[in-house]
């Protein structure tokens, strides 16, 4: 089967999802993208675009793969003549309907923040079948979604809220584990260098509010004053405007800081995950957590607010020591952790990410996008 994989925002986690599934997929997968820069942009425009570029090639796809970022509903519009019978899948890395804005945002500021949310909704309209990367995505979307109809005036549509529960359902995200296996070190240089270093706490999410900085930050400024050993590796994708709370971080906890910003190799980034022994997670926000299931699958000994995607991914039944409520108890548990480093270095939860792996995974995916294909030839 041809899929074509719609993307207008083409970096970070969309790149690596989009490229991944084309990688181990037993279907032929081509990506038609734009660059991933100017989110609000492509979510308004990027169809318009992407629908120029599929109109200038000779492609006849069985199916139609888009992400989340864009308007199904104006792509279609737009390549009509050509697309009138091909089925059409949606996937959500996350939306703009249950996702967290910031109150300092220029479109919440001009209220005018819930046209992307309606943009979603009329995209899962247009989809025939609708796949989210957490059931807790799924949960959330469906239950946000008529709160954002009954804001308009009227024929606001809530009897679609059923229709889309009933042709969507979940679809994890998956992980190119094998990159970051064939690039992991030989075991017993691994721990000789742990043992020589002091505990390395990790930070690898955006710098974003949405991810809670200022608790990350609280909790070490604390294990600092309790004289505690440690350093940080503070990574993740950065823009030209973040948190000021890494600015101050970096001043007050100075030498503790090893790595202060984005790497642009996989393979170092992936040595930080080897190296690293704490992963403290803050994000008021996470529809998967591709950054906490790395670093778990690297040795990394999470921390994690029992609530979002995570219990769905670490249950709580068995790792209960996992997670915490509030800062003051996940920085106890951090503190705990650095005292007992070596027991710490020995716990492993990579058995709860393993079955995120694109050769698990891809199988899966294929079967669904077939019986998309399928459903509509029976329609």
């Known amino acids: 089967m041809n899929i074509l994989l719609l993307e207008p925002y083409f970096t970070g986690s969309h790149k690596a999802w989009a490229e991944g599934y084309a990688r181990y997929s037993s279907h032929n997968i081509e990506i038609l993208s734009l660059p991933g820069q100017f989110w609000k942009w492509r979510m308004h425009g990027g169809a318009v675009s992407l629908a120029k570029k599929f109109l200038a090639q000779q492609a006849n796809p069985d199916l139609l793969l888009a992400t989340d970022m864009l308007d199904l509903t104006t792509f279609l519009a737009l390549t ?3 697309t009138a019978e091909i089925p059409a899948a949606i996937y959500f890395h996350e939306n703009q309907i249950s996702y967290p804005w910031s109150q300092n945002d220029r479109d919440i500021l001009q209220k005018r923040d819930k046209h992307y949310g309606y943009i979603n909704f009329c995209s899962v309209l247009a989809a025939d079948s609708v796949f989210f990367n957490s059931a807790y995505h799924r949960e959330a979307f469906l239950f946000e979604l008529p709160r954002l109809l009954k804001h308009f005036p009227d024929y606001r549509g809530l009897d679609n809220v059923k229709k889309i529960e009933k042709k969507s359902q979940v679809l994890h995200v998956g992980i190119d584990f094998e990159q970051l296996a064939k690039l992991k070190p030989e075991k017993e240089s691994l721990m000789a260098r742990k043992k020589s270093q002091p505990p390395l706490i990790f930070w690898n999410h ?3 509010y949405d991810k809670n900085p200022a608790d990350f930050f609280y ?4 294990l600092a004053e309790q004289g505690l050993e440690f350093e940080v590796a503070i990574l993740g994708e950065n823009f030209s405007q973040f948190p000021q709370d890494f600015e101050k971080a970096r001043d007050k906890l100075g030498e503790r800081i090893v790595q202060f910003g984005y790497v642009e190799s ?14 403290p997670v803050t994000s008021k926000h996470d529809f998967f957590g591709i950054s ?6 690297c040795g990394c000994y999470p921390f994690l607010p029992k609530r979002l995607s995570y219990p769905e991914i670490f ?6 020591n996992n997670y915490y409520n509030g800062v003051e108890e996940m920085t106890k548990k951090i503190a705990e952790a650095i ?3 070596d027991a710490t270095r020995q716990q492993n939860l990579s058995s709860y990410v393993n079955k995120f792996a694109w050769k698990s995974l891809s199988p899966l995916y294929d079967r669904e996008m077939e019986k998309v294909r399928l459903g509509i030839a029976l329609g």
């Open 292 to 297: 906490v299931v790395e670093a778990v699958f």
């Open 266 to 279: 996989f393979a170092e980034y992936a040595a930080w995950l080897y190296r690293s022994d704490i992963l």
């Open 80 to 82: 009509r003549k050509r």
């Open 315 to 320: 249950p709580y039944e068995t790792c209960r």
């Open 219 to 222: 909790a070490l400024f604390t």
């Open 339 to 341: 005292r007992k480093i």
């Open 206 to 208: 955006r710098w974003e």
